[in-house]
């Protein structure tokens, strides 16, 4: 689950970190209020206007701008308030700006050059160990920077049995080029982020650019927060913050009836138990000449209703021209699937893409006369490179 960074700052302000403050609103009236109350609390002049959505490189975009003066702040807020904001990582459609974040400008007057760093905290699954990655090039692409000056980017690993450890914060203060108070603040800011991250269940911290301001204050003018979704049964403060009108409506209406979906871009639909078969399934469509329309996990109880909710997630991507549905029966039984399937296509009506059905396990055979005596145009695969084939051959 992803914050916004509004909600990030606060996050890390509650564990410690300075943030560069800041209020969210949804409409231009409610901006200039903001505005006036951040002059007053931290005697800002100027305000940054910050478009709220899930994605990176808003600036890029025409999400960041800053305001000089109040009727600055309204016609800003006007502008980014309801645009389709389109970004590297957004869609070509973009993502509609429902709210924004009027925040305090922390650039002070008259600083030529202030430092920007970049400073993220994950999980590194290659060794099982938390790592902070950090570089001196903030503010920028840090995929540019790694791939053209990757001695700009240093990791350090964390101890599982021993956590943060005061050295490794001062080694990375050090790294940075940093010294006195400004050395001092970074080692606290980095431990309020490790708190941050730990004590939230966050499965990432991404603070592009964390700055250092000329009277060496180290503070997040940017934050990106995600909660590791399976963790969020014991952080419901935190799941209240769910913002679903940034995801994806079809993989929203999936995890509401417990279905693992995730769209891709793809034009062959995949219904699958098990999260590895499906990725071998989504391996073989792609080596067959295809591409996985989405991930589409229906568990061990894909029973009729599933598989009818199933097929109509599928369907609801006008790029699908295709469905595998590939089962194996462990503790689902083949021939309950097959029924499923059945009824589904009764249910629906005509299904428009054609459907190809690969079930092997228990009681794959009767699944196999259910499927015959249907009469329904559903070809039959025996096995996983076969029922590939089929499916390159109704694309082709």
């Given amino acids: 689950m992803n914050l916004h960074e509004y909600q990030a700052k606060e996050l890390m302000k509650k564990h410690g970190a300075k943030i560069q403050e800041g209020i969210m609103v949804e409409t231009a009236d409610d901006a200039v209020v903001a505005a ?113 000056t990757p001695h700009l980017v240093q990791k350090e690993f964390i101890d599982p049995a021993l956590g943060l450890q005061g050295f490794q914060l001062r080694k990375i203060a050090f790294n940075l080029g940093l010294s006195g108070a400004a050395f001092k603040d970074m080692t606290k800011f980095l431990y309020s982020v490790y708190n941050s991250y730990i004590k939230s269940d966050a499965s990432m911290i991404e603070i592009n650019p964390c700055l250092k301001t000329s009277d060496n204050q180290i503070m997040a003018v940017d934050g990106k927060i ?70 589409l996990d229906v568990g061990g109880t894909a029973n009729a209703e599933r598989v009818e909710i199933a097929f109509r997630l599928i369907l609801k991507d006008p790029n699908v021209k295709a469905i595998l549905v590939n089962i194996f029966g462990g503790i689902v039984r083949c021939d309950r699937v097959a029924q499923g399937i059945v009824d589904a296509y009764k249910s629906i009506g005509e299904i428009p893409v054609p459907i190809i059905v690969r079930l092997q396990g228990t009681n794959a055979e009767e699944a196999q006369v259910i499927i015959k005596e249907s009469g329904l145009k559903v070809e039959s695969a025996i096995i996983l490179e076969e029922a590939a084939q089929k499916v390159k051959a109704v694309l082709a």
């Fill in 36 to 148: 006036k109350k951040l002059t007053e609390e931290t005697g800002t002049g100027w305000h940054v206007i910050k478009a709220q959505v899930h994605a990176g490189g808003r600036g890029k975009g025409g999400g960041v701008k800053l305001a000089k003066n109040l009727d600055e702040v309204k016609s800003i807020s006007n502008d980014i308030l309801g645009m389709q904001l389109i970004t590297p990582q957004t869609s070509a459609e973009g993502k509609l700006v429902r709210k924004i974040l009027v925040a305090q400008d922390v650039y002070y007057p008259g600083e030529v050059d202030p430092k920007e760093y970049y400073i993220s905290l994950l999980m590194d699954r290659s060794s099982g160990r938390n790592v902070f990655i950090y570089s001196t090039e903030g503010g920028m692409d840090i995929e540019t920077v790694a791939e053209e």
């Fill in 226 to 295: 995600s909660i590791d979704d399976n963790a969020l049964y014991r952080q419901k403060d935190l799941a209240e913050m769910r913002d679903l009108l940034e995801e994806d409506p079809t993989e929203v209406e999936a995890d509401k009836v417990g279905l693992n979906y995730v769209k891709l871009d793809g034009n062959v639909g995949c219904m699958v138990n098990g999260a590895g078969l499906a990725m071998a399934t989504m391996d073989m469509i792609k080596l067959s000449g295809g591409e996985p329309a989405n991930f």
